[in-house]
């Protein structure tokens, strides 16, 4: 389904993009091969819990996780969670694994990890199998996203 809130909002938005449609994923590298991206240009975004009904979108770049220390730090808080996909769906109108800013029923704040800057980027288009190619830059300019350092390397795999 390319039709997607998400499609029309970065449409919308005057933003260039190409909208990929691919079957079922099972894993970060199975996303970039149906994408034709590199790992760390899937840019998966994290719905963060700051409070009673207060979230903030977080977009991490593959290979990496946040560092919830750093994204506490930056926000000035003490406490962060993650919603339940339940409630992450109501806080965005989206099923978890097609959440994305873009056409979100909130527009939430987002932050997002600073080693997306100057790449062509590849993330969720609001529905399972489709995706939004981007560049980084322009999605963070239309998103007002705070660009900080708030991810770690995702711990190896045995």
Not at 50 to 58: I, T
Not at 79 to 90: C, F, I, V
Not at 104 to 121: F, K, L, Q, S
């Amino acid at each position: 389904m390319s039709d997607t809130p998400a499609v029309r909002a970065v449409a919308a938005a005057g933003i260039a993009h190409e909208v990929v449609t691919h079957g079922p994923v099972r894993s970060l590298e199975e996303a970039a091969a149906a994408r034709n991206a590199e790992v760390r240009d899937i840019v998966k975004t994290i719905v963060v819990r700051r409070g009673e009904d207060d979230y903030l979108f977080v977009l991490v770049p593959g290979g990496r996780v946040i560092s919830w220390p750093k994204l506490r730090t930056l926000l000035g808080v003490k406490r962060l969670s993650m919603p339940d996909a339940a409630t992450a769906k109501d806080a965005t109108g989206y099923e978890r694994g097609t959440i994305t800013p873009f056409g979100a029923t909130t527009a939430w704040p987002v932050i997002a990890d600073e080693r997306i800057t100057g790449r062509r980027i590849s993330l969720g288009g609001g529905a399972h199998g489709t995706a939004l190619t981007l560049a980084a830059d322009d999605a963070i300019a239309a998103l007002t996203a705070t660009v900080a350092d708030v991810t770690d390397p995702e711990p190896e795999r045995p």
